[in-house]
């Protein structure tokens, strides 16, 4: 028995834990006024048991980004970008984008970033899309003339802004994700470069 008791008490910490940060992206995802009290209720637990997963509103944000980093991640590795077609690889890493960043509303609102999470960020999020955009360049489908970095830069801007678009409710996830792509492939594709004189 005790060893049962050993056994399923991180996966109820880690089922808690979850709850709660649900509960937060739920809660937040029309700002960030939401009272530490109204997430705790939001998510079933005591203010006591919210504060003892998360101290402080900071550490809560801080668990948010990681749960959206995470999550992410998991959808790029879905994804399979290094085995389909560049552009197709685009698509893909919009749709992934866009849907975590719905799911994860709240970090938009309360400019969610963490200087101890950049490393995991760069590792399970940039890495992939600059190896995908980097092939692009290599192998034709995408202008030469601009590094993978400049690329990274241009499309990470407007996937931001199209997850703006979807969350003030002036497009859905797909037209957002289908505008952005096509925005930055007609940008960036090989005829898009400019011509010598």
Do not use: N, W
Request: hydrophobic share 45%.
């Amino acid at each position: 028995m005790y060893a049962t008791a050993v056994v399923t008490r991180p996966a109820l910490r880690s089922h808690v834990r979850t709850a709660i940060l649900d509960a937060a992206a739920r809660v937040l995802a029309g700002g960030d006024e939401a009272s530490m009290a109204a997430i705790a209720d939001a998510a079933g637990v005591s203010r006591a048991t919210l504060y003892r997963y998360f101290p402080s509103r900071t550490e809560l944000l801080h668990g948010l980004t990681e749960a959206a980093i995470t999550d992410l991640g998991s959808r790029l590795t879905d994804a399979d970008l290094a085995l389909v077609p560049v552009r197709e690889g685009i698509a893909r890493v919009s749709r992934a984008f866009l849907a975590a960043g719905t799911r994860y509303a709240a970090l938009v609102h309360t400019g969610g970033k963490s200087e101890g999470q950049s490393g995991e960020l760069d590792r399970v999020v940039v890495r992939p899309v600059r190896e995908l955009l980097a092939r692009g360049v290599e192998d034709g489908s995408l202008r030469r003339d601009l590094s993978p970095e400049v690329l990274l830069e241009v499309f990470a801007c407007l996937l931001e802004h199209g997850l703006r678009l979807v969350l003030a409710g002036r497009l859905g996830v797909e037209q957002a994700g289908a505008t952005v792509v096509t925005v930055f492939l007609d940008g960036s594709g090989p005829s898009a470069a400019p011509r010598g004189r």
